[in-house]
């Protein structure tokens, strides 16, 4: 049980476009789904919360306009890299929350998406 | 803010051998302390948890540990075998969860 998905896996886009990244609760529902970036042989880096039906709450330094997030609902949330510039190619993590089983704090995450930002 | 820190950064051991990585932290309202294994390339996979009110937990060839009053918590894996090797990463939460900066552990044939 407990398995996140992320889609796509790995990107690559032009410098200046848009790309969406969606993440998804498979067999439980998520009212708390979070988005981190991490760099190569560094830490997790937390850019945002996401609750179902309610705005993101982003952490400092985390500009919302280029990181758009949306969790529409229960079991998908969306993490938008808007006019992507090259430094912006990472790995992005998504994970969630099951608020609704015995392990309410529990994390799981999702494999990942390498993007590429040419 | 919690503030988590981990050691070693790096830990190579023998295979069979025991491998130890300890995390301290900052805010005493943390109260779940689970511990990640990041493979090259996938993302971090929950390995064991412990919580604030158990003082030890075990599974298999895992162990985790926890002291409140000192702040810290550590991973104990036994037995170490080529695959455990990966980075480990701990985390400190009290709803949102501060991670460490990861060990990287390599198991030697």
């Known amino acids: 049980g407990a398995v996140v998905s992320q889609h796509p896996s790995r990107v690559i886009c032009k410098s200046g476009t848009s790309v969406k990244i969606e993440c998804r609760s498979l067999d439980f529902q998520a009212t708390t789904m979070f988005w981190y970036r991490q760099f190569p042989k560094q830490s997790l880096m937390l850019m945002a919360t996401s609750n179902e039906g309610s705005k993101a709450t982003y952490e400092q330094g985390v500009e919302k306009d280029k990181f758009l997030i949306n969790h529409a609902s229960l079991t998908l949330s969306t993490l938008t890299v808007t006019s992507a510039h090259p430094e912006d190619s990472s790995f992005y993590i998504c994970?969630?929350?099951?608020?609704?089983?015995?392990?309410?704090?529990?994390?799981?995450f999702g494999p990942g998406t390498r993007l590429l930002v040419l | 803010g919690e503030n988590v820190e981990q050691h070693p950064s790096t830990l190579s051991v023998q295979e069979g051998d025991s491998a130890v990585i300890k995390c301290t932290y900052s805010d005493s309202a943390s109260n779940y302390f689970p511990w990640y294994k990041q493979e090259l390339g996938k993302g971090p996979q929950l390995i064991i948890d412990?919580?604030?009110?158990?003082g030890e937990k075990k599974d298999q060839r895992i162990a985790v540990t926890l002291n409140k009053t000192a702040k810290h918590f550590s991973l104990h894996i036994t037995e170490t075998q080529p695959e455990d090797s990966a980075v480990y990463f701990c985390?400190?939460?009290?709803?949102?969860?501060?991670f460490g900066d990861g060990t990287t552990l390599t198991v030697k044939p």
């Open positions: 994970s969630a929350i099951d608020r609704g089983g015995s392990l309410r704090e529990t994390q799981y």
């Open positions: 412990i919580r604030s009110n158990v």
């Open positions: 985390a400190a939460s009290e709803g949102k969860s501060t």
